[in-house]
C-alpha cells in the first residue's frame, strides 16, 4: 500500500515519501504550509489512490475531541421520554457517532482528515492521545469498548496558527509543504487547466511569483488564488502581453488583481509601487 500522487494531484517526492513513511510507522502525518498548498486535498487524493473511504472532521475554536469520539443528544432522548417514545429505553439511540467511531468501526481501512487542527484550543491535541496511540476509546453511556478493527490512516493538517504540544507531535510524522518552485505550479496548473494557453500561464507565473517576493506583504497569494486568477483571465480573454512588466517594474495594476491580493493594505501598496514606477518611466 503505497501513495505515488495522483493525475488529480501534484505531489512531490517528498512528499509522497512523508505519506508512504506515516502508513508504514502507523503514525498519524501531521502536514503543514501555507494557506492554499493543497494540504487538505492531499487527503482526498490519498483516499480516491488507495481505494479508502475519506472521513472528514473539519475543526473549529469550539470544536472538543470528544466531538469527534461520539456525543450523547441527552436532550432529544429527554424530549422522547416526555412524548412516551419506546426508543428511550435503549441510551444507544441517542449517541452520535463522531469521525473516529466511524472510522475505528469500519469494514475497510479508512483515510481520516483532522483538518486545521491549530483552530482548537490548545488542550485538543492532548485529549486525542490515547485514542490516536491505542486506536480505541470507552464510551461510558453504553459501557462499551471501541476498538479500531483497522487502523485507519490520519492526516492531520495545521497552518501553524498555534503551537502544538510536544507530547502530540511525538506520536506524529512531519512533513512541510513548501511552496511550489516555477516547475511544479506549471505542473499544477496544467492538472487543474489542461490545454490553458501557455504563454499566458508563463506571464501570469511571472506576475504571481513577482508579487509574492514584495516586501511587506500581510498576505501573500496562495496557489488556490493563482488557479481562480488564472481562470478568470482565460475566462476574459486577457492577451498575455498585458501582463508583461519590465523586469519586475511594473507600471500597471494587474488585471482583476482582487483574485491575488486580499486586503486593502497590500493592494495599496501594490498601487503605490505601480505609482513610483509609472512616475520613473
Known amino acids: ?29 501531521l502536514i503543514k504550509g501555507e494557506p492554499g498548498t493543497g494540504k487538505t486535498m492531499l487527503a482526498e487524493e490519498v483516499a480516491a489512490a488507495l481505494g479508502m473511504p475519506l472521513l472528514q472532521w473539519h475543526i473549529k475554536s469550539t470544536t472538543k ?3 469527534g469520539l461520539y456525543e450523547y443528544d441527552a436532550v432529544s432522548r429527554l424530549r422522547d421520554s416526555q412524548l412516551g417514545d419506546e426508543r428511550v429505553a435503549n441510551i444507544a439511540n441517542y449517541i452520535l457517532k463522531g469521525v473516529l467511531w466511524q472510522a475505528f468501526e469500519s469494514d475497510t481501512p479508512a ?3 483532522i483538518d486545521e487542527i491549530d483552530k482548537a484550543d490548545i488542550e485538543f491535541p492532548n485529549d486525542l492521545l490515547r485514542e490516536l496511540d491505542r486506536m480505541e476509546f470507552f464510551c461510558y453511556e453504553t459501557r462499551e469498548l471501541v476498538r479500531a478493527k483497522h487502523r485507519p490512516i490520519i492526516i492531520i493538517t495545521s497552518n501553524n496558527e498555534k503551537e502544538l504540544p510536544d507530547a502530540f507531535l511525538r506520536r506524529c510524522f512531519f512533513h ?21 494557453r501557455e504563454e499566458l500561464v508563463r506571464e501570469a507565473l511571472e506576475v504571481f511569483f513577482e508579487l509574492r517576493q514584495l516586501n511587506g506583504l500581510k498576505k501573500k497569494p496562495s496557489t488556490s488564488e493563482l488557479l481562480d486568477w488564472l481562470k478568470l483571465l ?17 507600471r500597471e495594476m494587474p488585471p482583476m488583481s482582487g483574485a491575488l491580493m486580499k486586503n486593502e493594505q497590500d493592494m495599496g501598496m501594490l498601487q503605490r509601487i505601480v505609482s513610483v514606477n509609472r512616475s520613473r518611466a
Not at 501513495?3 to 505519506?19: H, I, M, P, W
Not at 512541510?176 to 490553458?196: C, N, R, W
Not at 482565460?234 to 511594473?250: H, M, Q, T, Y
Open 65 to 67: 475531541a470528544q466531538h
Open 176 to 196: 512541510y509543504i513548501a511552496f511550489p518552485d516555477k516547475e511544479t505550479m506549471s505542473q499544477i496548473v496544467d492538472v487543474h487547466f489542461p490545454g490553458l
Open 111 to 113: 483515510v481520516v482528515l
Open 234 to 250: 482565460d475566462a476574459e480573454g486577457i492577451a498575455p502581453e498585458i501582463l508583461v512588466s519590465d523586469k519586475g517594474k511594473r
Open 1 to 29: 500500500m503505497r501513495f505515488e500522487g495522483s493525475k488529480n494531484y501534484v505531489a512531490t517526492a517528498d512528499l509522497q515519501l512523508a505519506v508512504n513513511a506515516a502508513i508504514t510507522l502507523q503514525r498519524p502525518l
